[in-house]
């Protein structure tokens, strides 16, 4: 097999009669009467949401908004024009006072203030990978002041651990209220994460992991751009770069978590799907070769550490 | 100190906190954490901030790397390396 620009296209109008196919069934066996969506405004739960409306009519849909305090207020008008579009009602619900209950703020900014002890809750901050030669990966942490100004620093291990496990209570305090409109109205509840996600672990297990279907759980990212453009997603929804979504300050997902940008990322994990050797994959990317086999081992490494993720609670045998 | 004790320090804190093992119990030192799977990047870090606060010493970010926390062997040599420097 070889590596080319069109390997990742797939025929739109089949897929999504696939997904609905498998949408529609799932209800049956499982006697549901609808689905819930929790929307971000990013290219993947809208997917999802109109998926969903297609598939069920859109009153039998429940689309969840959630924000809280570090998430910017632009997305408000997006989420509104998602939901308009799809024709189903958007319950917004701010989780900034549960968050700050459960100390997810205050325990975070502790293990700030512990690298940079002049740190106050109004400066903003995000977590980056950085990766070390032949594949060690470490976390560094940017924080920026009031002025704009930024400082970086590698965080130890204590700290990173205290940080993550924080900043995870946000995916798992959406999904606990997800769930619970899900059995108030006996519904599904839909995974919007995509195949490169959880591939590479790129989710919280028992927050954004956990759904009783994954509508687009298959699909490479760029193949979910292809379904936005079929289903008329937005242009501006379809031209947003893919964000975390999670920190304060402004993060791509290739710089908190991936080895590559969008759309190479998705070329990468095919390529190593279907058994290309790095130097193949470097000359179609244009990299070295070396970074290539990075990558590679990157990749594997990460789908080797989300095994944990993904899997289901051992039972004694 | 001499590389001996550190990389008994080390046997002893990777066989209770990642192996669950007794401390009695023989580590090959030369044994590749990552290639065996003992240790993901996650341990890393962890080790990273063992040798720090265990032996005082200062990890520079491009220090990260195979060639220094693959092994007990690895790290070892870099530890009394740094300890040597300083």
């Known amino acids: 097999m070889k590596i080319?620009?069109?390997?990742?296209?797939?025929?739109?109008?089949t897929e999504v009669s696939k997904i609905q196919s498998f949408a529609r069934n799932y209800l049956l066996e499982y006697k549901k009467r609808g689905y819930v969506v929790a929307i971000s405004g990013g290219i993947d739960s809208t997917v999802c949401l109109y998926l969903a409306a297609k598939t069920v009519s859109p009153e039998k849909v429940m689309a969840i908004y959630m924000p809280e305090k570090e998430i910017k207020d632009e997305y408000e008008f997006i989420i509104e024009n998602i939901a308009e579009k799809a024709g189903v009602k958007v319950l917004k619900k701010d989780i900034s006072r549960i968050l700050g209950?459960?100390?997810?703020?205050?325990?975070?900014?502790?293990?700030?203030?512990?690298l940079f002890p002049e740190y106050n809750p109004n400066w903003k901050y995000k977590l980056k990978i950085s990766r070390g030669e032949k594949n060690i990966n470490y976390f560094k942490i940017i924080v920026e002041d009031e002025q704009g100004q930024q400082k970086e620093k590698r965080i130890p291990y204590k700290e990173y651990m205290q940080i993550v496990s924080a900043t995870n209570y946000k995916q798992r305090v959406r999904k606990n209220i997800e769930y619970y409109y899900a059995d108030k109205l006996n519904y599904a509840v839909v995974g919007t994460s995509n195949?490169?996600?959880?591939?590479?672990?790129?989710?919280?297990?028992?927050?954004?992991?956990?759904?009783?279907?994954?509508?687009?759980?298959?699909?490479?990212?760029?193949?979910?751009?292809?379904?936005?453009?079929?289903?008329?997603?937005?242009?501006?929804?379809r031209n947003q770069t893919p964000t975390t979504n999670t920190f304060s300050l402004f993060q791509k997902q290739d710089e908190f978590y991936f080895?590559?940008?969008?759309?190479?990322?998705?070329?990468a994990l095919w390529a190593v799907d279907n058994d290309i050797e790095p130097e193949e994959l470097a000359k179609f990317l244009n990299l070295e070769k070396h970074r290539a086999i990075n990558i590679f081992d990157d990749i594997i490494s990460?789908?080797?550490?989300?095994?944990?993720?993904?899997?289901?609670?051992?039972?004694?045998? | 100190?001499?590389?001996?004790?550190?990389?008994?320090?080390?046997s002893k804190y990777i066989l209770k906190n990642f192996l669950f093992a007794e401390e009695?119990?023989?580590?090959?030192?030369?044994?590749?954490?990552?290639?065996?799977?003992?240790?993901?990047?996650?341990?890393v870090i962890e080790l990273v901030s063992f040798v720090e606060e265990e032996f005082g010493i200062s990890v520079a970010d491009d220090e990260i790397i195979r060639e220094n926390f693959d092994s007990i062997n690895?790290?070892?040599?870099?530890?009394?390396?740094?300890?040597?420097?300083?």
Do not use: W
């Open chain 2, 74 to 86: 690895k790290i070892s040599s870099f530890v009394s390396n740094k300890l040597t420097e300083s």
């Open chain 2, 1 to 10: 100190m001499n590389d001996n004790d550190i990389a008994d320090k080390l």
């Open chain 1, 101 to 114: 209950e459960f100390g997810c703020y205050e325990t975070r900014n502790q293990s700030i203030k512990k």
């Open chain 1, 4 to 13: 080319t620009r069109d390997v990742l296209n797939i025929e739109p109008e």
């Open chain 1, 195 to 237: 195949k490169v996600e959880l591939d590479q672990g790129f989710f919280v297990k028992n927050g954004d992991g956990s759904s009783d279907i994954k509508f687009i759980g298959h699909l490479y990212k760029s193949q979910v751009y292809q379904i936005a453009k079929y289903l008329d997603v937005s242009a501006k929804i």
């Open chain 1, 259 to 267: 080895s590559l940008p969008f759309p190479e990322m998705d070329y």
């Open chain 2, 24 to 43: 009695s119990e023989v580590l090959d030192i030369n044994e590749s954490f990552i290639q065996n799977d003992i240790i993901d990047s996650t341990g």
């Open chain 1, 302 to 317: 990460k789908r080797k550490k989300s095994e944990y993720s993904h899997c289901e609670p051992l039972l004694i045998t």
